[in-house]
């Protein structure tokens, strides 16, 4: 069966209420592909959840960008998976670089949490990416497959996960990965998903690609067979965001 376009957008830490409410005005007013061709999630910020998923259109879907590793309790400032699961948000975002670097959040806290989230059933978009100097230093499979390789220890059921290649030196820089950097990455880490995995999750997991997509490049990055939607930060916040989910028509045909 082939792979559902994904986007997905990740409103990091910006917004007030009156901006909140005019971008779900926009994404509400947008006229886009249907539910059957791209499945798209927005991802604001803790406290507009609720509001957000109040106000949004049926056929999007609201995403939260983090949660706490386990069960609720005396963890001060941290949100529980269960509350998401209360609250009827159906997706997560995990391991995002800028948690992982800024919050030394390790490859093990991340497939923990990635773990803990799928049990309480949410459906989670799991970040992996390298560093422009593992890059440059020839590492940028090595990390892929190690973070990857945390999750898929813990992981026995992947189809509710969406794998985010996000390389960290594209992220809010405005440099992009061209398709074919995007598209290398892609494919072996769905090959490595097939030898280490099974057959079945390489081919029906969907690996999004993120870092400075926008209304200009998204099409020729789309193009690329192994890329299956995107995560986008900055152009996330824009009317350019209707444009990138319109992308998925590339796939069709
Ligand atoms: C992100 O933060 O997930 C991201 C891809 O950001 P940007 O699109 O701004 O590079």
Same mark, same amino acid.
């Given at each position: 069966?082939?792979?559902?376009?994904?986007?997905?957008?990740?409103?990091?830490?910006?917004?007030?209420?009156?901006?909140?409410?005019?971008?779900?005005?926009?994404?509400?007013?947008?006229?886009?592909?249907?539910?059957?061709?791209?499945?798209?999630?927005?991802?604001?910020?803790?406290?507009?959840?609720?509001?957000?998923?109040?106000?949004?259109?049926?056929?999007?879907?609201?995403?939260?960008?983090?949660?706490?590793?386990?069960?609720?309790?005396?963890?001060?400032?941290?949100?529980?998976?269960?509350?998401?699961?209360?609250?009827?948000?159906?997706?997560?975002?995990?391991? *995002? =670089? &800028?948690? +992982?670097?800024? $919050? /030394?959040?390790?490859?093990?806290?991340?497939?923990?949490?990635? !773990?803990?989230?799928?049990?309480?059933?949410?459906?989670?978009?799991?970040?992996?990416?390298?560093?422009?100097?593992?890059?440059?230093?020839?590492?940028?499979?090595?990390?892929?497959?190690?973070?990857?390789?945390?999750?898929?220890?813990?992981?026995?059921?992947?189809?509710?996960?969406?794998?985010?290649?996000?390389?960290?030196?594209?992220?809010?820089?405005?440099?992009?990965?061209?398709?074919?950097?995007?598209?290398?990455? *892609? =494919? &072996?880490? +769905?090959?490595? $998903? /097939?030898?280490?995995?099974?057959?079945?999750?390489?081919?029906? !997991?969907?690996?999004?690609?993120?870092?400075?997509?926008?209304?200009?490049?998204?099409?020729?990055?789309?193009?690329?067979?192994?890329?299956?939607?995107?995560?986008?930060?900055?152009?996330?916040?824009?009317?350019?965001?209707?444009?990138?989910?319109?992308?998925?028509?590339?796939?069709?045909?």
């Amino acid at each position: 069966m082939a792979r559902k376009f994904f986007v997905g957008g990740n409103w990091k830490c910006n917004g007030t209420l009156e901006e909140v409410k005019k971008l779900v005005s926009t994404l509400n007013a947008a006229e886009v592909p249907s539910e059957d061709v791209v499945e798209v999630v927005v991802s604001p910020p803790f406290v507009f959840l609720a509001l957000v998923k109040s106000l949004l259109r049926s056929d999007f879907a609201v995403s939260a960008q983090n949660c706490w590793v386990r069960k609720g309790g005396a963890f001060t400032g941290e949100i529980s998976a269960e509350m998401l699961v209360n609250l009827n948000i159906p997706w997560v975002i995990l391991g *995002h =670089s &800028e948690r +992982r670097l800024i $919050l /030394k959040e390790v490859n093990e806290f991340v497939a923990d949490k990635v !773990t803990y989230a799928l049990g309480q059933g949410l459906k989670v978009i799991a970040c992996v990416g390298e560093t422009l100097e593992q890059r440059e230093a020839g590492d940028t499979m090595n990390v892929v497959s190690e973070q990857t390789k945390a999750i898929a220890e813990k992981v026995k059921d992947w189809s509710n996960i969406v794998v985010a290649y996000e390389p960290v030196w594209a992220i809010g820089t405005g440099r992009v990965a061209t398709p074919a950097q995007a598209q290398e990455v *892609h =494919s &072996e880490l +769905r090959n490595w $998903l /097939k030898v280490n995995v099974s057959p079945e999750v390489a081919e029906s !997991t969907r690996i999004i690609y993120g870092g400075s997509v926008n209304a200009g490049n998204c099409v020729e990055l789309a193009q690329q067979p192994d890329v299956d939607g995107f995560l986008v930060g900055g152009a996330s916040l824009k009317a350019e965001f209707v444009d990138i989910i319109k992308s998925a028509t590339t796939k069709q045909g």
